[in-house]
């Protein structure tokens, strides 16, 4: 089993900076080939954001977040930094472990979430 632990997430003005942090624990937490992040906006599905495969050093990121926000690993836990932040990034955002491909797609596992909100 795994136990991703998120923390971080707050309210902000848009054009701030963020940055949350998830701990990966459990019996399985070595055996993770990759760790992401996810978000759910207001009214869409839930979706991968971010994925980080340690082994490689390789991250994948969606287009919509792709130059604003990075994902990295140094010792634990696993950060993401969120820059330039706009209200259309506001959304719960999760956690997530073991990605089923090779690049950005799902997760087997997703945390319980942390909210950002961003005010105009």
């Known amino acids: 089993q795994v136990r991703l632990v998120e923390s971080g997430g707050g309210s902000v003005q848009a054009g701030e900076s963020l940055t949350l942090r998830c701990v990966v624990s459990?019996?399985?937490?070595?055996?993770?080939?990759?760790i992401g992040w996810g978000r759910q906006l207001p009214g869409k599905e839930r979706e991968g954001i971010a994925a980080?495969?340690?082994?490689?050093?390789v991250a994948y990121y969606r287009d919509s977040v792709k130059g604003r926000f990075t994902t990295y690993k140094i010792g634990e836990p696993v950060s993401l930094r969120m820059n330039n932040l706009t209200p259309e990034d506001t959304g719960m955002y999760y956690c997530?472990?073991?990605?089923?491909?090779?690049?950005?797609?799902?997760?087997?596992?997703w945390g319980q979430g942390t909210q950002v909100t961003v005010s105009p």
């Open positions: 997530t472990a073991f990605c089923y491909e090779d690049g950005l797609g799902d997760f087997a596992y």
């Open positions: 980080l495969f340690p082994d490689s050093g």
């Open positions: 459990g019996n399985d937490a070595d055996r993770m080939n990759c």
